[in-house]
């Protein structure tokens, strides 16, 4: 599943000029220091004189022991060089320290040459960055260079975008015995409009939900919402101890996050690199975007204009079609409604219906 890192890659891409995984494979490399980030990759290190084009944009670490080191921009930028200074300087070097295997001792298990040692060719086809264990395999950390949007502005709109892409789950809860009116708040905290239910079921406690399906055997009712609180009226049906009640209900992409390896809808939101989300990539990037054209037109009108990224009604159309592909089409139907009732109405005295 698409991760938070993952998830900033394409949108950033979409936003304008970005360096960093799935285009450039960056890190930093010897030589890099708290206040210099050399790189000899392509295209940090260029023969053109192109400096203009890094000085003032994001510098993210998103690997950084401290917090505060992870987010900087490029305050000066030598292509010629490969060097990169930031605006403020960092706590700890992107590089790592001596004792991750540039010690004589760690390259005495190498033999000097010969081609029938490892590596290859012997040490002496080796350069400095090999040596010092800092090229592009190296323990150098990774870097990227954003567009328009630091590293917690684009989190907050892939994060916000989310919120805008739903889903369809299903969600098991045990009803109040012998109660037409059962609680939601405990089973679905993020539900956000009555009309999210789209269908109820019911199942025995004993009965495998891979083997029956619940929604064959259709609840009916509504969800009313009471203050902060949703509850499921089933009218005049009630439930015994041994029946279990299965949702199937709209959730926001927001609310149906996991850390890496957890259970989805375990966290809401995507904070750490590997956090991940069961939406796919160009689906949140396209929200993202148009969130982002909402809040800083300003900033993305200049490549719009040249025709370097979207523009906004670019935007919301590419947003609109993903929505179609992904939402729209698998949308089951809805059937949690009211019993209907036929014949005269059971009027009391006093009453008037209409």
């Known amino acids: ?6 998830y900033r890659s394409t949108f950033s891409v979409e936003c304008g000029p970005y360096i960093g995984p799935e285009s450039y494979n960056v890190r930093a490399g010897s030589a890099s220091s708290v206040t210099q980030l050399f790189c000899h990759n392509y295209p940090i ?7 203009d084009q890094l000085i003032d944009r994001p510098l993210y670490r998103p690997n950084a022991v401290e917090e505060t080191d992870k987010n900087r921009y490029v305050k000066t930028y030598d292509p010629t060089q490969g060097l990169i200074e930031p605006d403020l300087i960092w706590t700890y070097s992107p590089l790592a320290d001596d004792t991750l295997g540039t010690r ?4 005495e298990a190498y033999q000097y040459g010969g081609l029938l040692h490892y590596p290859p060719g012997g040490l002496e086809y080796f350069t400095y960055d090999q040596l010092e264990n800092t090229g592009l395999a190296g323990y150098g950390e990774r870097f990227e260079v954003l567009g328009p949007f630091d590293a917690p502005t684009t989190h907050r709109l892939i ?4 919120k805008q892409c739903w889903l369809v789950v299903e969600v098991a809860c045990l009803p109040t015995p012998l109660k037409n009116r059962h609680n939601l708040s405990v089973v679905c905290p993020w539900l956000q409009d009555p009309n999210d239910i789209l269908q109820v079921g019911t199942l025995k ?3 495998d939900r891979d083997l029956i399906d619940p929604f064959e055997n259709v609840v009916r009712g ?3 919402r009471d203050g902060g609180d949703y509850y499921l009226n089933t009218g005049t049906t009630t439930f015994l101890d041994n029946d279990v009640l299965w949702l199937r209900v709209l959730k926001r992409a927001y609310d149906h996050c996991r850390a890496a390896g957890g259970v989805f809808g375990e966290q809401s939101g995507l904070f750490l690199e590997n956090d991940e989300s069961p939406v796919e990539r160009d689906w949140c990037a396209s929200s993202a975007l148009v969130i982002a054209w909402r809040r800083f037109a300003h900033l993305l009108e200049p490549g719009a204009n ?3 990224i979207r523009d906004q009604a670019a935007a919301g159309a590419w947003f609109t079609d993903r929505c179609r592909e ?3 089409a698998p949308l089951p139907q809805r059937t949690l409604r009211r019993k209907r009732m036929f014949g005269p109405p059971n009027q009391l005295a006093g009453q008037y219906w209409g």
Do not use: C, K
């Not at 599943?1 to 993952?6: E, G, Q, T, W």
């Not at 004589?104 to 390259?107: F, G, I, P, Q």
């Open 205 to 207: 406690d004993y009965q």
């Open 306 to 308: 040249q025709r370097l």
């Open 104 to 107: 004589y001792v760690d390259l």
């Open 45 to 51: 290190e260029s023969g053109i004189p192109q400096a």
């Open 326 to 328: 992904h939402f729209s």
């Open 1 to 6: 599943m698409p991760s938070l890192a993952a």
């Open 222 to 224: 509504m969800v009313e």
């Open 159 to 162: 994060n916000d975008g989310l």
